[in-house]
């Protein structure tokens, strides 16, 4: 189990545990669980990169306490 930071930047800072096998679509629901927007509507970033929904953590290698940026469409 991983615990990621999900910011905002307009006040709103999520931790979501998960495993390094969920997701980037999985890690969005676990997100929109408490946060209470639609899954669909949120964007994961960091820097520049956009994470794709189909892909898991761990091949994009997010860690343990790692923070990425959180975006709504």
Known sequence: MIEVVCNDRL???V???????DTIGDLKKLIAAQTGTHWSKIVLKKWY???KDHISLGDYEIHDGMNLELYYQ
């Open 11 to 13: 006040g709103k800072k």
């Open 15 to 21: 931790r979501v545990k998960c495993n390094t096998d």
């Open 49 to 51: 990169t956009i994470f």
